[in-house]
């Protein structure tokens, strides 16, 4: 058979997750809570499984009541217009399959996508099955702020889109309305489209709001935004997350959505459609998140970690320089902390295309206290 990603491997995630249960790890290596969704969610969604008339096929774009409950949430948090349910909002199978089916709607054969890197693993080669090809731009220490000027070098006739993830998945950094409108400049006589993944919206720390790209009326008219419930509502396996994306190019994304997965499971649709309009559960999120992000901090003083500043997101990412031996690479440390000291993490060159190597690891803090002070110990063992 002639693959048609001969370089890819199994995603680091689960390589990760599978050591970490081979050694008997703490996993702070793939990004889960490990603790549940709100009750009131749990209890929905048992209500709608056991509820007669709901267990066959959702419509195509999504339960109405629940893109209808999205909408007001979009414009109560972001103080912009309302979405238009039934054009503008569509529910996937987790921003995974938002994620696949934009880059499968608008890349051609030959069209470049520019990615900033270190990004999210799904990106280039969900870009390459299309035909695409990725042109990767380097995000860099300290902060991995995107360089506007590098960016722009990068534009040519052949972009297609660009890929934004803020905040950012490994490195934390979270976009301003300066790098908005700097991205608007450039983008402003092109037909270059914008994928802005917003899986992390409500993990934006220290009193920052989250600038969303849907704020910028300029971004917002060529741009696909995204978000999960899997991340909001502590329930990754639930799989169910969302598009907004003016209706041409929403209609672009259907054409997709409708031939990968059709619809997304009814009554989880229901349970969320219940729960999305409480703003209480959303709006203690950075809070929430913030205390795991100190806490995590706090505990690894004094092993030997430098901690990189953690804006947005639920990722500590930490040089492990002082604690390698000669010539490690992230990928043998992070398997002999796994193993040795028994947390797992994720080594950052995995985030990168050419396997670019900073000499830091991924935690995720996204864990009860018990598991992070557990996992603190741990990690103070290692020498
Ligand atoms: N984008 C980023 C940046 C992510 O970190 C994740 C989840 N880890 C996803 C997309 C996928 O989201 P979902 O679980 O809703 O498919
Ligand atoms: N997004 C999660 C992470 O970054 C993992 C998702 C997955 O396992 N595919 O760890």
Redesign the pocket.
Same mark, same amino acid.
């Given at each position: 058979l002639r693959s048609k990603l001969p370089d890819v491997g199994t995603s680091i995630f689960s390589v990760m997750t599978q050591l970490a249960q081979e050694s008997g790890a703490i996993n702070l290596a793939q990004?889960f809570p490990d603790y549940d969704p709100p009750q009131v969610l749990l209890d929905a969604l048992a209500c709608h499984v056991s509820t007669s008339g709901q267990q066959q096929y959702a419509p195509m774009p999504g339960l109405l009541r629940l893109r209808e409950a999205i909408s007001a949430k979009t414009a109560h948090l972001y103080h912009v217009p309302a979405p238009d349910a039934a054009t503008e909002i569509t529910v996937t199978s987790?921003?995974?399959?938002a994620?696949y089916a934009v880059l499968a709607a608008v890349v051609h054969p030959g069209d470049e996508v520019l990615v900033l890197e270190p990004a #999210?693993d799904?990106y280039g080669p969900a870009i390459r099955l299309q035909g695409g090809v990725p042109m990767y731009v380097p995000l860099r220490l300290p902060d991995f702020h995107p360089d506007w000027d590098q960016v722009a070098a990068a534009i040519t006739p052949r972009t297609r889109l660009i890929l934004l993830?803020t905040p950012n998945?490994p490195t934390g950094a979270v976009l301003t309305s300066t790098d908005f409108d700097a991205l608007a400049e450039l983008l402003r006589n092109t037909d270059v489209l914008v994928l802005s993944?917003e899986? #992390?919206e409500h993990m934006v720390f220290d009193g920052e709001p989250h600038r969303s790209t849907l704020q910028h009326p300029e971004l917002r008219e060529r741009a696909f935004v995204l978000s999960?419930f899997?991340?909001t509502y502590h329930a990754?396996g639930w799989?169910v997350?969302y598009c907004i994306a003016p209706p041409a190019l929403t209609t672009e994304l259907r054409r997709v959505h409708q031939f990968v997965t059709f619809s997304v499971s009814t009554p989880t649709q229901h349970a969320l459609a219940d729960v999305v309009p409480t703003t209480a559960l959303y709006d203690s999120l950075p809070a929430f998140y913030q205390q795991k992000r100190d806490l995590f901090r706090e505990l690894l003083t004094g092993t030997g970690f430098e901690l990189l500043p953690v804006p947005g997101g639920y990722f500590q990412l930490a040089n492990f320089r002082a604690l390698a031996q000669a010539n490690e690479s992230d990928v043998a440390f992070a398997r002999r902390l796994t193993q040795q000291a028994g947390v797992a993490v994720v080594p950052v060159s995995a985030f990168y295309h050419n396997g670019h190597d900073d000499g830091l690891v991924r935690f995720c803090f996204a864990k009860r206290e018990a598991t992070l002070h557990a996992a603190a110990e741990r990690l103070r063992t290692l020498t």
């Open positions: 990004g987790g921003a995974t399959e994620l #999210y799904l993830n998945n993944d899986v #992390y999960s899997g991340k990754t799989k997350g």
